[in-house]
Nanobody
Framework: QVQLVESGGGLVQAGGSLRVSCAASGRTSPNYSTGWFRQAPGKERAFVAAISRSGDSTHYADSVKGRFTISRDNAKNTVYLQMNSLKPEDTAVYFC?????????????????WGQGTQVTVSS
């Protein structure tokens, strides 16, 4: 089993930056492909970004490409999402998820473990 805990959410003005973290504990070896998703009020959960086990490969949703950066520190069992040039439409609860299968996964169904989420609010 793997436990995921997100942190770093908060309130930021439009145009600002925020970094959220996802710390893994439990059976963290081997590493897992990890993704970030978000869910805004009244909307379905949406893919944001994914990173491979080694960190060599990443994939982003078009809506965040060029503004968000996903990275990982395997020594710390932590995955990060750096969010720059934030917009009010980025407001959502952000979830991290880990997949046992190799690859960069866009669909939530591919992920085996989920965190509880952290709220990100961008004011206009």
């Amino acid at each position: 089993q793997v436990q995921l805990v997100e942190s770093g959410g908060g309130l930021v003005q439009a145009g600002g930056s925020l970094r959220v973290s996802c710390a893994a504990s439990g059976r963290t070896s081997p590493n897992y492909s990890t993704g970030w998703f978000r869910q805004a009020p009244g909307k379905e959960r949406a893919f944001v970004a994914a990173i491979s086990r080694s960190g060599d490969s990443t994939h982003y949703a078009d809506s965040v490409k060029g503004r968000f950066t996903i990275s990982r520190d395997n020594a710390k069992n932590t995955v990060y999402l750096q969010m720059n040039s934030l917009k009010p439409e980025d407001t959502a609860v952000y979830f991290c998820a880990a997949a046992r299968a190799l690859g960069l996964w866009v669909g939530g169904i591919q992920y085996d473990y989920w965190g509880q989420g952290t709220q990100v609010t961008v004011s206009s």
